[in-house]
């Protein structure tokens, strides 16, 4: 305290005269300080100007945003049954009711994200092309928001039940959205668009975790055959692109099946981003693992702890800590690689947009359906990597 | 501790171990079954007959390999449904096997996995506006249907340049997609008249057409429905021509594997039925006055006199399901390219014989 203290002391101390904050003064210094500046400044304001302009202009007048309404749902979810979309919007409320729960219980960072959410729920509501259903739904669901907030910040023990609620929620909405014999079925080929996209991205970043671990754990291992399979799977896989891991996945892989064993080619997919977010995954936990000091080992040893329970308790918690940034970023990129499936004829929403854009109706469309789809990827990349910042800031990573 | 170091390295060894195990497991099912092992060896026995046929009826849908980004052939309408030319010719065999041109899946396909999805199975007839070529035909393992679309590469350029042939388009910069059939038509054609011209290439049609409407370059080139489409889109269409050459032939048409028969001839003569009727002025719409007509020729293909239907293996009527339920080739060209579509485009060779096309099915007998 006392340390703090003297700190403080010393900054104010020596801290400079608090600069006046005018837009004038503060472009005099760093804009127009001298003649090449001056110029520089000129010229990229110039073209900044220009850029902004046309953009706008094309945005405003020129493009004819009537594609994005009129083909709102399919931009969602794609082909999904309208007398099914019940279904959808049950397993989008368990989410946000979880969201919220987690919001109440962990505020921070999941309470900016679900402003976030909301801001996208009331933009769906007040907009003119959202079907007067959807509106309800969409209502229902930002209540649905706020109540489970109250609920997670006022009932004790919630961590616990945030963890076993996204445990169970999660195949509760697989169930709603794929039937499983309980609900009628729904095939996979009509499961498409920006559903489709997120569905990808959230199993092969929930599957490859606890592979890429184990892989990782593997690598380190000091018994040659798993240790050798490790480092050979991580490698070729690491040597192949992702677009051929698809080819193979869609192509390749019914060849070598059984015959009368299929295998759904969504599901194909979903396997195949899996297994190659895995060994990226690994080599992100590898690179966490040696950031562990010997010490952490060797005092976990004097304790008494055995292999697992160091590796469980000691190790892994720090060295996943440590990799938070990567495996967001990680994240990320498998979320936008996504998009590589509708190359090998899934209808994620690249898919979606290139068979929106050849509809006779719309043709020469195309421009207004890529800003917008762009647009949809950015909020939720960005969104991640928002959340990644703020959780790196309150669990103090690079600080130690 | 030391046991239970033992006892955590031999869990991993055990998973990866089952793993592996577990994979091996798989390949010694296929290669231990000596039924399999027959098949593989005894080209013969894979053209069983209905094998298709019967997965299909098993099944309870016809899964279709198509196109779902090519206006006017396949594309999704804002209600999330397929539609389009080749679509419909899909929707052809539902009907007729079915008696319901809803019992369809369309799985779209890039035309790099097209072919290998129908020699896996996993479609059972590609309408994906397919080239039939021999090299195709024979290497591929895949029979071509009669064609539905004649099409044919040709060039756009601008009506107030004055061109009007390829022999003027000398020195022209000619804008093309990388990749394509139509890049090499380009360079063949070009050669044999010795014109000499600057290739432009671009990644995808959008980008073409931005740089043709821009001015980059004088002309473009793809196939004639593809031109035709577009021109519907660009800023005045009247400016543009389209040069009456044709760079090269593109017979497209419904594609089935080999080692099928059965499942072949009803793809074709289904496909034909739609021709037949145009030819017989059997639609959609006049059918009732059809049935029970004394005109031999019209009862056989009807299936009241007869049983066509069950040569094939399915119903004798399927001739009227598939125009009650689609119509004849005419509803069908009249629905996606027709002068009510945008594409406007002229019947010129996919009209029947009798009106100067090369539209000419069989007798059904």
């Known amino acids: 305290m006392s340390v703090d203290l003297k700190l403080v002391e010393a900054k104010q101390m020596i801290a400079p005269p608090s600069p006046s904050f005018s837009i004038w003064d503060w472009m005099r210094k760093n804009l127009f300080n001298t003649w090449y500046n001056m110029l520089l400044t000129l010229l990229a304001g110039g073209l900044l100007i220009s850029i902004g302009y046309t953009t706008l202009t094309w945005v405003l007048t020129e493009a004819q945003w009537a594609v994005i309404g009129d083909n709102y749902k399919l931009f969602m979810v794609g082909q999904y049954p309208i007398t099914a979309l019940w279904r959808i919007w049950s397993a989008l409320a368990i989410l946000t009711f979880m969201f919220g729960i987690s919001a109440g219980t962990f505020k921070g960072t999941m309470l900016r994200l679900s402003y976030i959410l909301s801001a996208i729920y009331l933009i769906h509501i007040v907009a003119p092309f959202t079907a007067n259903t959807s509106k309800i739904w969409l209502t229902a669901q930002l209540v649905m928001l706020v109540f489970s907030y109250f609920i997670g910040a006022k009932i004790p023990y919630s961590k616990r039940i945030n963890i076993v609620g996204w445990a169970i929620s999660i195949p509760i909405v697989l169930l709603f959205i794929h039937g499983f014999g309980i609900l009628p079925a729904i095939r996979t080929n009509v499961w498409n668009g920006l559903m489709l996209t997120l569905m990808l991205a959230a199993v092969a970043i929930i599957l490859s975790f606890p592979i890429g671990i184990l892989l990782a754990l593997g690598r380190t291992s000091k018994l040659p055959v798993i240790k050798y399979f490790c480092v050979g799977y991580i490698e070729l896989i690491r040597g192949i692109p992702l677009i051929t891991i698809f080819f193979m996945a869609q192509v390749l892989l019914p060849l070598f099946l059984p015959t009368g064993l299929t295998i759904d080619n969504v599901m194909r997919v979903m396997l195949g981003a899996t297994f190659f977010t895995a060994a990226y995954m690994a080599e992100n936990v590898r690179g966490g693992l040696q950031s562990i000091p010997n010490g952490q080992y060797e005092a976990a040893k004097t304790i008494g702890l055995n292999p697992v329970q160091t590796t469980t308790f000691i190790i892994l918690p720090q060295a996943l800590r440590a990799i938070i940034p990567t495996i967001v970023g990680q994240s990320i990129s498998m979320f936008k690689d996504t998009s590589l499936v509708a190359i090998v004829g899934l209808v994620d929403l690249l898919g979606i947009a290139q068979s929106v854009k050849s509809n006779p109706d719309f043709l020469g469309r195309h421009m207004e359906v890529y800003v917008f789809i762009a647009f949809v990827y950015w909020v939720i990349a960005y969104s991640m990597s928002y959340s990644s910042r703020r959780i790196e800031k309150s669990l103090g990573v690079g600080e130690r | ?365």
């Open chain 2, 1 to 365: 501790m030391r046991n239970s170091k033992r006892i955590f390295k031999f869990l991993l060894w055990l998973t990866l171990l089952g793993g592996i195990f577990l994979v091996g497991c798989a390949d010694d099912t296929i290669s231990a079954d000596p039924e399999t092992d027959v098949d593989e060896t005894d080209p013969a026995s894979d053209t069983e007959e209905g094998d298709t046929l019967a997965t299909i009826l098993d099944r309870g849908y016809v899964i279709v390999g198509g196109n779902n980004q090519l206006p006017g052939f396949g594309y999704l309408n804002s209600d999330g449904e397929y539609e389009g030319f080749d679509i419909d010719f899909g929707k052809t065999l539902a009907a007729a096997i079915f008696d319901d041109p809803e019992a369809i899946e369309v799985r779209p396909l890039s035309a790099q996995e097209r072919f290998t999805a129908l020699q896996t199975g996993e479609v059972d007839v590609l309408i994906r506006n397919t080239t039939w070529t021999l090299d195709r035909d024979v290497a591929l393992g895949t029979n071509f249907t009669p064609t539905t679309f004649y099409d044919g590469q040709g060039i756009m350029v601008r009506s107030d340049s004055g061109i009007t042939s390829l022999e003027e388009l000398e020195g022209a910069r000619i804008g093309v997609e990388t990749g394509t059939t139509t890049e090499s038509n380009l360079a063949d054609q070009f050669r044999k008249y010795g014109i000499t011209y600057e290739q432009v290439l671009f990644d995808d049609s959008d980008a073409v057409v931005e740089a043709y409407e821009s001015g980059n370059i004088d002309a473009w080139t793809t196939d004639k429905s593809g031109l035709v489409s577009r021109q519907a889109t660009l800023a005045n269409p009247d400016q543009h021509i389209i040069l009456e050459e044709n760079l090269s032939k593109e017979p497209l048409g419904p594609t089935v594997r080999h080692g099928d028969d059965q499942w072949f001839d009803i793809v074709k003569w289904v496909t034909l039925a739609t021709i037949e009727a145009e030819e017989l002025g059997i639609t959609s719409e006049n059918i009732e006055d059809f049935l029970g007509s004394e005109d031999p020729v019209v009862r056989r293909f009807m299936g009241e006199e007869g049983e066509l239907g069950q040569m094939l293996g399915i119903d004798d009527e399927f001739a009227i399901r598939v125009i009650t339920h689609v119509g004849n080739y005419q509803e069908i060209y009249d629905r996606n390219l027709g002068p009510d579509t945008i594409f406007n485009l002229d019947r010129g060779l996919n009209d029947l014989y009798t009106d100067g096309g090369i539209l000419y099915s069989p007798p059904f007998r």
